[in-house]
């Protein structure tokens, strides 16, 4: 995934610039609550970015900082500044990396410990919110505020903790932990622990992190000398009703995400990550033919936003939770007839903050703030033991917070959600004494999906297309159906623009028209990601594209430009997309389309398919583009660009070594001195990727 660090700078900058404003306006003075759902920057710029006067300011001598793109990182680092807490009685607090500096690192109290939590991204980059802090640990030679060189050993006084998350399917696994780990004992740092490493691809993450972490303990109280105690519960957000309030006052959110939103001045912030615009979705299509899976392709329109994208970006797109949960979970927790009660939300300790903006309800941030639908970690599972509403409900979530099979085979392989893995251990029973501040500790904020603009901004700049597929997954021996959060929400936008009933039996029963009906019409809230993945500027280029399935989203946006340009008498080089699905009758994307391009492009389009499933046997563009052997390797020749897109980091993987293969055959080299050259083109940005899992 191709990391925007210029868009970073500039947001930076940009909120640098008006932090002050913004942190009148949107908290007011005496409104403490930090809110993370708008600009993390903003939220906090009163704030010192030094490390040091900020523990020392809060009174706390452990910080567990992530570098965190989808909220991993930061859930696992709250949970270790929890745990630190509630078992050792150690004064610990989180930290995003993006809020601190680092030069004066050489100069932190030798009772203080930093940790970092860091997710890998891309080909082995840091998360967005991790890109200075990584460029300045890991430079030649950094500069700390005592001015001594890499040799005096600078940070020999530092004692840290790391922990990687990666997935060992990507090839540089993990490769941020490692490499900050490495810069970190280069400078004399001291490690307590191993540097552990979580890995998504063997889907062991949570069981990896669990262990890694009980050896870190261990090692932190023999270094330090840590005493442990009985983990004692103390809530970190103080929960008030207010009784003088009702959903119908000005001052209470119903989900709108800032100020702005709720005085109904949205454009009083640019639009951004931390400030969505809510789009009019103008078109959306069925792209499969069969009726069991769905493919959307929606239009959706930035005009009088002051969005822009260019061909190759993502949209963002801020999902809502279905009804159908929501409901589901206020009731588990015995709180659905005041689910429209308003709360106020503070953080109980200075370093805690509220994800969300308040006062509000129970129903608005159940619905709109926080991540209810997905897997449930077993270490939340344990923390909720002491509440619950039977000594044999006590039992059975204690085994499954415990024993990692029984929690596999119970919980995790039935795709449960939180408020389902609730009802299924104490079946028609309420577990009404979870303090909610629990709730809203042990679940993580609620993130954007990110969608590749399946549209050219030559063509058409004001509106951007999506190309997803709907997730809708059948728990294997069960009649449980998981549905992706985002992608059921846009089918039910799309069924409501065609006014077609909900399918489903039971209904996920979507708000689709928001706080305080503000989504009314067929609105959806987008912001835009400015990527790298980027057709050359010269139009004679000629280009490879590998995208099969949805991976074909920005593969349909480059194809799109290159025609339109054609039309305007541009010269356009050789274009040829590799693409492929299932069936030819069934999931094959943009069937007519591509004759459309293909009449303006003529020969210089060349569209290539592999149907999995039409037999006689499998075959996968990797096949295919084996197949091209010769033509592939004579465009690479004349400098062709080489793109892969895709939902599977498998396929980029295969796609990788049989391109390796194809120089290494044509060219009668060896197939190291091909993967050599295939690297090469990685690192000259001839070969780029956008791939997600
Ligand atoms: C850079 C980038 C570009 C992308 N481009 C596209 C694109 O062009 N088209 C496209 O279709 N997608 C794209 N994606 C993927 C997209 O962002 C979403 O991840 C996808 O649409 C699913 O979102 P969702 O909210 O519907 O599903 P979610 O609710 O987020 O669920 C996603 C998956 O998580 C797992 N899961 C969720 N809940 C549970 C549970 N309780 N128990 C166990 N497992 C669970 C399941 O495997 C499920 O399928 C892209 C991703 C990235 C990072
Ligand atoms: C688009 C994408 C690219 C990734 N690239 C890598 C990689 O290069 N190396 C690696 O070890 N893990 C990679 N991962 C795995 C992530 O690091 C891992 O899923 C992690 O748990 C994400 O943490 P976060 O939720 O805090 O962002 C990638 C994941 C995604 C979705
Ligand atoms: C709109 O965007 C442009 C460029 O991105 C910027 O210079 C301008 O200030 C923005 N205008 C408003 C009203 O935000
Ligand atoms: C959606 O939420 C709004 C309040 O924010 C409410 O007025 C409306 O009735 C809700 N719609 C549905 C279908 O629940
Ligand atoms: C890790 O990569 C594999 C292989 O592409 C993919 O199937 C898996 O979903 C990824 N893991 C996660 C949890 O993202």
Redesign the pocket.
Known sequence: ?ALDLLDILVLVGLVLGSAYFFREKLFGKSDKTAITGLGKNAAKAGKTRNIIERMQQSDKNVMWF?G???????DYASRLSKEAGARFGLKSMTGDLEEYDFENLDEVPEDTVLAFVL???????P?DNAVEFYEFITGDEPMFSKGESVEEKPLRNLKYIAFG????T??????MVRRVDAALQKLGATRIGTAGE?D?GAGT?EEDFLSWKETMWEAYKNDVGLEEREAVYEPAFQIKEREDLTPESDSVYLGEPNSFHLEGNAKGLPFNAHNPFIAPIDSSKELFTTKDRNCLHMEINLKGSNLSYTTGDHVAVWPTNPGREVLRLLTVLGIAEKKDTVINVSPADSTAKVPFPTPTTYDAILRYHIEICAPVSRQFLAQLAPFAPSDEAKAKIELLGSDKDEFHKQVANQYFNIAQTLEAVAPGQIWKNIPFSLILEGLTKIQPRYYSISSSSHVQKDVVAITAVVESITVPGGTHVLKGVTTNYLLALKQKQHGEEDPEPNGLNYNLTGPRNRYDGVHVPVHIRHSNFKLPTDPTKPIIMIGPGTGVAPFRAFVQERAALAQEGQEVGKTILFFGCRKESEDFLYADEWKQYQEALGDNFKLITAFSRDGPKKVYVQHRLEEHAAEVDELLKKGAYFYVCGDAAHMAREVNTALGRIVAEQRGLTIQQGDEIVKRLRSSNLYQED???
């Open positions: 995934m992530y965190s793109q989808t909220g991993t990182a930061e997710a890998t991204y891309g080909e082995g980059e998360t998350l990666g997935n060992n990507y090839e540089h696994y993990n490769s979580g998504d993450m791939v997600w899992s």
